[in-house]
């Protein structure tokens, strides 16, 4: 009687086809946690510089915001000496202290913190947080447009 055993259709080299899959498989996994892994290494590496750039910029906004404090206060001071600024003086001078306690605020806080109150402020206020940041925009607009023309003119 002749063998009824059927033949393979994976032939003879089906171990060595799983074994194949299965090292592509390995293979395919570890190149998956080697890139995630890279990828949040250039993650962490891009929030630290992005940090340490708003740290900057949020140093120098209170260095700035004093600075105007006091140009401010002084004109405050020379329109009462002058005995022009009897009304609007207290209210100038009060602004200069709101601006001497953000620039100090600003430079105590750290970024994280900055940025913790910011949403906060956009979430209690959302109106006046619009207000604020279309007029920051339109002034930072206006600064670049008049750098540029700076600079196409030098």
């Not at 390995?26 to 510089?49: E, I, N, P």
């Not at 306690?101 to 959302?126: L, S, W, Y």
Request: without cysteine; negative net charge; hydrophobic residues 40%.
């Amino acid at each position: 009687m002749a063998d009824t055993q059927e033949p393979n259709p994976m032939g003879a080299d089906a171990p060595f086809t799983d074994q194949v899959k299965d090292q592509v498989k390995q293979q395919t996994q570890q190149a998956v946690q080697q890139s995630q892994h890279y990828a949040g290494q250039a993650v962490d590496v891009l929030r630290t510089q992005v940090k340490s750039q708003l740290t900057q910029q949020k140093d120098a906004l209170g260095v700035g915001a004093t600075e105007v404090a006091q140009i401010v206060k002084k004109s405050a001071d020379d329109l009462r000496g002058k005995g022009l600024g009897t009304f609007a003086s207290p209210y100038i001078e009060q602004a200069a202290q709101k601006l001497t306690d953000f620039g100090t605020t600003a430079q105590q806080k750290d970024i994280d913190e900055v940025i913790r109150d910011t949403e906060n402020f956009a979430r209690v206020q959302p109106a006046v947080f619009l207000g604020i940041a279309t007029l920051v925009g339109f002034v930072a607009a206006r600064f670049l447009k008049s750098s540029g023309q700076a600079v196409a003119s030098a």
